[in-house]
């Protein structure tokens, strides 16, 4: 599983120009266009909504970081009768959703490059800053789980969402190194990291970099909040209306996967079990497989490398529940409970 979109090390790395991902497949799966009322569920540097707006239609931003609704004033200004932009988590983007419903919303899961490049926030490992990770600012930071979390909870958190192979090592370390001192910047956990898993030559990414993505995946709730906002979506677009979820890491895109696929009644039964009624079809994939970015987009914009794009057309059926077994990972709920 790779880190959001920028491709190992470019993650990590040194400042980069933010580029909206796949814009122009953004743009056309969305069917954005005059007359319309589109959801960016993720404004971020606000490159999907100036795009979105440039159509035509009518744009309702979210965010749950502070700096992106301070950044995004400009732009309501600039489109004060098509364009709103909240302060919220898109796990609530129904909230927000006009009568009659929506005709599109998108989703571009994960941290923006403009976070990373804030030494302050503590994305980076390369950026030397607190440990902090917190996109809204708020809750539990990176240092407070490496700090107090159980040695098996930090096995769990990196292992599962990280991939990281090397999880019970590092969490070992990790513990003995806090018994003299807590860590508290990012230099503090990637330095201990480097030397437990040290870097090979073949490596493609920064041996810190699976830890680095637990890390703020845990802390930011992600994939609870991907799995809340697929839910909430289905119950806020209009018959009719497009959901295009951007994502960068195999969890990720797994979860947006397994909804389509429930969501278009493909059953997964077995068949030596008796037949069942067959699950109604509340999105239709389109396409049927993920659209990847261009080869020669990947080659001008390192977060499009790992970009996969899916689709579905909301039909006239009532939203079904919002059961989190569909995606079938249980680790998902370990994850919650050690939440609290």
Same mark, same amino acid.
């Given at each position: ?13 040194g400042p ?6 796949m ?20 404004f971020?540097a ?26 995004g ?37 994960g941290?923006?490059s403009m976070?990373?490049?804030e ?10 800053g ?5 996109m809204s ?25 990280? #991939?990281e192979?090397?999880?019970g ?16 910047t990012?230099?503090?956990l990637a ?7 040290p ?22 709730n992600e ?5 809340s ?9 209009k ?25 278009a ?5 077995s ?16 396409p049927k ?5 261009? #080869? ?19 039909t ?6 919002p059961?989190?077994?569909?995606f ?7 994850i919650e409970?050690?939440?609290?």
């Open positions: 599983m790779t880190d959001h979109g920028n491709g190992a090390d470019d993650a990590i790395g980069m120009r933010h580029i909206p991902v814009l122009s497949e953004v743009l056309a799966h969305l069917g954005a266009e005059q007359g319309r009322a589109i959801l960016d569920g993720t971020g606000g490159g999907y909504s100036r795009a979105i707006l440039g159509t035509g239609a009518t744009v309702i931003a979210l965010d749950r970081d502070p700096s992106a609704i301070a950044g004033q400009g732009l309501l200004a600039e489109y004060p009768d098509r364009f709103s932009l909240h302060h919220t988590n898109f796990g609530k983007l129904d909230n927000f959703a006009p009568e009659g419903g929506l005709d599109g919303v998108v989703l571009d899961i941290v923006s976070q990373i490049d030494a302050d926030r503590g994305f980076s490992f390369q950026r030397n607190p440990l902090d990770m917190r600012g708020a809750g539990v930071s990176a240092a407070d789980v490496v700090n107090r979390a159980k040695v098996n909870d930090l096995i769990r958190i990196f292992s599962f969402l990280g #991939e192979r090397q999880a090592r590092i969490a070992h370390a990790i513990d003995k190194k806090r018994l003299d001192k807590p860590f508290e990012t230099r503090d330095g201990l990291i480097e030397i437990v898993t870097r090979k030559m073949t490596d493609k990414i920064h041996p810190a970099t699976r830890v680095f993505q637990a890390l703020r995946v845990f802390v930011n994939l609870g909040e991907l799995v906002a697929l839910f909430a979506a289905e119950r806020a677009l018959p009719g209306g497009r959901l295009v979820v951007v994502t960068f890491h195999s969890l990720e895109d797994r979860i947006a996967k397994r909804f389509f696929a429930d969501r009644g493909k059953a997964s039964g068949r030596h079990l008796p037949e069942i009624a067959a699950a109604p079809v509340i999105f239709k994939p389109e497989q993920a659209v990847q970015a261009s #080869e020669a987009e990947a080659e001008v914009n390192p977060r499009a490398r790992s970009a996969k794009l899916r689709c579905g057309v909301r006239e059926a009532k939203a079904g529940k059961d989190a077994s569909i079938d990972l249980p680790q998902l709920a370990d409970r050690l939440r609290g």
